[in-house]
């Protein structure tokens, strides 16, 4: 069977077609291969949404020691931690084995570190709890009962004051996020947490097996 020629087109030459289908071939993977390139350099996360940068105004920031604020749209709990304070002292209590006190703003998120479960605050035994196998918590997201392998991850915050100055939280040996502590000489504006930047939680002795301070 005879093969298939090139159609003839008036004016151009066999050469010349195959040459354009040729160029029009590698022009077509060209525009592909650059818009995948774009398609990648967009941000699919949206401000204000799970992965961004999310702020809140300081009105939703609880009093010391009081229950965690709940931000479903971020997967966060807000908490405002003083284990100096005498507030409260049913949800955050200071343990043996913490040689400074705990103070500040730490944004918990909110799966719980065995198997991925979202747990819940509960007000009646003032903690954490996870329905799947019964982790617990503190407040600060310290663990009080496994099977949790490690506390609570956070959340990086910065708080912002009315000034434009910025307090980042800092981290511990381990690369966890610790509180930030509000300069009660300036006026808070704004409280930002990054969910696109988690701290794993550490591994803790669980507080059922440490006496309080
Ligand atoms: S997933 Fe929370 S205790 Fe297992």
Not at 20 to 42: D, N, P, R
Not at 104 to 124: E, M, P, Q
Not at 132 to 157: N, T
Request: with cysteine.
């Amino acid at each position: 069977m005879a093969a298939a020629e090139a159609p003839s087109v008036p004016g151009i030459s066999r050469r010349e077609f195959l040459y354009y289908v040729w160029a029009a071939s590698i022009a077509l993977y060209t525009g592909e291969f650059l818009a995948l390139i774009i398609w990648y350099a967009i941000p699919i996360i949206r401000e204000g949404e799970f992965g961004s940068v999310i702020p809140v105004n300081p009105d939703r920031l609880p009093p010391v020691n009081d229950a965690p604020t709940n931000f479903s749209e971020g997967r966060f709990w807000l908490v405002n931690l003083d284990t100096t304070s005498s507030e409260g002292v049913e949800r955050m209590y200071r343990a043996s084995d913490e040689a400074s006190p705990i103070q500040g703003v730490a944004a918990i998120y909110k799966v719980c570190t065995h198997l991925g479960c979202i747990y819940s605050w509960n007000a009646a035994t003032n903690r954490f709890e996870c329905p799947c196998h019964g982790s617990k918590y503190r407040l600060d997201g310290r663990r009080i009962q496994s099977p949790a392998p490690r506390s609570l991850d956070r959340f990086g915050v910065t708080l912002v004051y009315a000034d434009g100055s910025e307090t980042a939280a800092e981290t511990d040996d381990g690369g966890f996020f610790l509180p930030v502590v509000i300069d009660e000489s300036k006026t808070l504006a704004e409280i930002r947490v990054d969910t696109g930047d988690r701290a794993d939680g550490p591994i803790t002795t669980l507080l059922s097996e440490v006496v309080p301070a």
